[in-house]
């Protein structure tokens, strides 16, 4: 605990043999430090709240869509029973030697309600299939800002021994690692290509700069880290990208290509 010593110049910590002075103005910084850290968790909170009622919205969708295709079920089982009918009906008719044309009827039917139950049934599962992975690819990409802001949060932090502030710091930095590792049970890599060569088709650059370090055309700094799933890209890594030292004339090429 601090107080103000009005002849040692500034606050002490109480329950210390070797007293540490604390200034005015150092206390004044690590009160406002702890204000903006808390600010910052209330706005994370808000954030995970505002992802949690996107997925509920995406759940009733998906609901939605399963009702449809429930109904287009009850259709192919429709589809399936007359087909079961129109089999025996031939059965019979060639039991009872009935004439070829009212046989040809029967058969002509039985084929294309045959054909007409395949299509239904190939239409489905590659709309469900398509469905399905397009939910779960616009579900990780509304995951994705959460990683964004747990990064900037870690970019920001400040350089202060305060405990309190420490174990904030370091209660961030476990949630985002449990997040990456969430991310990559699902088959979601993180592309951070920091001195990679610049790639159109994975990264998206933002602006150029000279370097001595990193040649032309070579990722200098990642400005917003991006994801990938599988061969599929989810969203590019903002990037800029080098032109070099200071005295070359080299431009990049930036044009990402859209897939």
Same mark, same amino acid.
């Given at each position: ?5 009005? +002849? ?9 043999? =070797? ?10 910084? &690590?009160?406002?430090?702890? /204000?903006? &850290? ?5 706005? $994370? ?9 996107? #997925? ?11 009702? !449809?295709?429930?109904? %287009?079920?009850? *259709? %192919?089982? %429709?589809?399936?029973?007359? $087909?079961? +009918? ?14 070829? !044309? ?35 690819? %616009?579900? $990780?990409?509304?995951?994705?800002? #959460?990683? =964004? ?6 970019? *920001? ?5 305060? @405990? ?18 969430? $991310? ?6 993180? &592309? ?10 994975? *990264? ?10 990193? @040649?032309?055309? *070579? ?5 917003? /880290? ?6 599929? #890209?989810?969203? @590019? /890594? ?10 070359? =004339? ?10």
């Amino acid at each position: 605990m601090a107080y103000f010593d009005p +002849f040692g110049g500034g606050y002490r910590r109480r329950g210390h043999s =070797d007293a540490v002075v604390v200034s005015a103005a150092e206390l004044q910084r &690590l009160q406002q430090m702890a /204000a903006q &850290l808390e600010q910052e968790n209330k706005e $994370l909170k808000a954030m995970i709240e505002r992802l949690n009622q996107e #997925l509920r919205q995406k759940a009733q969708e998906i609901e939605i869509k399963d009702e !449809a295709l429930r109904k %287009q079920s009850e *259709h %192919q089982k %429709q589809l399936e029973a007359e $087909l079961v +009918f129109l089999r025996a009906a031939v059965a019979e008719a060639n039991e009872r030697k009935t004439s070829d !044309a009212e046989n040809a009827a029967w058969q002509d039917r039985y084929l294309r309600l045959h054909a007409e139950l395949d299509n239904l049934r190939r239409r489905l599962e590659q709309r469900s299939s398509a469905e399905t992975a397009e939910n779960r690819r %616009q579900i $990780l990409a509304d995951m994705l800002p #959460l990683a =964004d802001h747990l990064d900037l949060a870690l970019q *920001h932090r400040p350089q202060t021994d305060d @405990p309190q502030v420490r174990n904030f710091i370091a209660n961030i930095e476990a949630t985002r690692r449990a997040f990456l590792e969430t $991310l990559r049970r699902y088959g979601v890599d993180r &592309l951070e290509p920091l001195h990679e060569p610049f790639d159109p088709d994975r *990264h998206e650059a933002v602006g150029v700069i000279s370097s001595e370090s990193v @040649p032309a055309d *070579h990722v200098a700094t990642v400005v917003q /880290a991006g994801y990938s799933e599988g061969d599929r #890209l989810i969203r @590019p /890594a903002r990037v800029l990208v080098s032109s070099g030292s200071a005295q070359s =004339d080299q431009t990049p090429k930036t044009n990402r290509k859209e897939g």
